[in-house]
Structures are given as structure tokens and as C-alpha cells.
């Protein structure tokens, strides 16, 4: 092997390794693979048509970051949930969502009006037009979440947030499994924005506040056999 191929090797793992952690990620965040599944490297190495290098590589990053453990013999696990760790996550969720919310009505120069005139146009809607697609509206409230706090201009501020809306979406996705949340969320994220625009920060925040603690009393009761049903047949895509 020449030093070209030498150097464009190691790149070309890395890479794969990547789409296998993508993959492996989503497969946990669509309940494809829920807390107690266990797997082995050659399982996945048959289902993805990848070899056992990169799958490693993914594996061992999922594991830093506490979404499987390796089994002594047999394989891996992907772990419970830890649900400790998302009610931390949720309380750092809200302080930076509602610090957004107090900069998105000011006068601050470094605000994005036109990320929240794309929100303005999936939100604020007739009910006649709103979805009713689970998976979609599901997206949709990641990125409005997301989108409200990288608009408000501080882009570490939204590095933090992107990070604890990854670590918490396979939860997140759970509660979007009745048609009741669907409505509550279009009428919360509907009336957040109405305060921004009015530039009503106090407003907004307590707002958000709510709608946060909302989905955080839910993620309380959550159960197992609420993961199941949501692979049998809720988000999976």
C-alpha cells in the first residue's frame, strides 16, 4: 500500500465507523433496539453488510456516552433508562430554553428573525392544517426547540442544547405516542411564539416552563412496556 492509500485508509474506517454510530443511534431513538436488547457485533456486522472494526469503534462511542454497555461473553446491552440523568437534562433544558426566550425579546442585533418566522409558518396555523403525522410532528417539536434557542444568537448556548436534545429524543419521541400531546403542543408552541412576537420575555419563559415540565411529569411514567408498543408499531420508521 502506497502512503496515499495509507493516509485515505484510516479515513475511510473512521467514516464507516460514523455511519454505524449514526445508524445504531437512530435504530435506539426510532425504539428499533429498546433498554434490555442485547446484540453481538457479528449481528450487526450481517444487518448493516459492515465489518466488525467500525462496529466496534460505534459501539465503544455509545458506550461512553451510556446508550448500550458490553456483556462479559455475550455481547452488548442497550441500557434502561436512566431516568436520574434526564431529569438533570431536563432542568438544563429549561434554563437555556427560557434564557432564549428572554433574548428573543430584546432588541439584540444577533437575534435570527427569520428562524422564527419558519417556526411561525409550521406552528401558527389553522387547526384544519396542522399534522396529525406523529413521526413528523415529533421532528417538528426537536426543531422548534432547537431552532428557539439557536436563533436567540449564542451559538455555545446552542451547541449545549443540541447536545441534551440528542441525548434526551429517544424520551422526547415517547411522548408524542397519543394524539392528545400532538394538540396541547401545536396550542403551547403556538402561544410561546405569540408572546416572543409581542416581545413579552417574562411571558414567553413562563410559557415555556410549562410545556417543559409537562413533558418532564411525562417522561415520569414512562414504562418498558410503553417502549414496546412503540416499536411494535408507534415511531418506528
Not at 460505534?58 to 433508562?81: I, N, T
Request: hydrophobic content about 45%.
Amino acid at each position: 500500500m502506497d502512503s496515499a492509500a495509507a493516509a485515505v485508509a484510516p479515513l475511510a474506517r473512521s467514516s464507516r465507523a460514523d455511519e454505524v454510530y449514526a445508524q445504531l443511534k437512530r435504530d435506539i431513538a426510532e425504539f428499533k433496539l429498546v433498554p434490555g436488547d442485547r446484540f453481538t457485533e457479528n449481528e450487526i456486522s450481517e444487518r448493516l453488510g459492515v465489518s466488525r472494526t467500525p462496529i466496534r469503534q460505534a459501539l465503544v462511542r455509545l458506550q461512553h456516552e451510556g446508550f448500550v454497555e458490553v456483556m462479559f461473553r455475550s455481547g452488548w446491552r442497550v441500557l434502561p433508562f436512566d431516568f436520574e440523568k434526564f431529569e438533570q437534562l431536563y432542568d438544563l433544558r429549561m434554563v437555556l430554553e427560557t434564557t432564549a426566550a428572554h433574548r428573543l425579546c430584546s432588541d439584540d442585533v444577533h437575534v435570527d428573525r427569520a428562524l422564527l418566522e419558519e417556526l411561525v409558518a409550521i406552528w401558527l396555523v389553522p387547526v384544519a392544517e396542522r399534522s396529525g403525522d406523529m413521526v413528523q410532528v415529533s421532528q417538528w417539536d426537536e426543531e422548534f426547540h432547537c431552532k428557539l434557542v439557536a436563533a436567540a444568537g449564542n451559538a455555545e448556548m446552542a451547541r449545549v442544547h443540541r447536545d441534551v436534545t440528542d441525548r434526551i429524543r429517544i424520551i422526547r419521541r415517547l411522548d408524542f405516542t397519543k394524539q392528545a400531546r400532538i394538540d396541547a403542543t401545536y396550542d403551547e408552541h403556538g402561544k410561546i411564539l405569540k408572546s416572543i412576537q409581542r416581545q413579552r420575555g417574562d411571558q414567553a419563559a413562563m410559557l415555556l416552563r410549562a410545556h417543559i415540565e409537562t413533558s418532564q411529569a411525562e417522561v415520569r411514567k414512562i414504562t418498558l412496556h410503553q417502549v414496546h408498543l412503540a416499536r411494535q408499531g408507534g415511531l418506528a420508521t
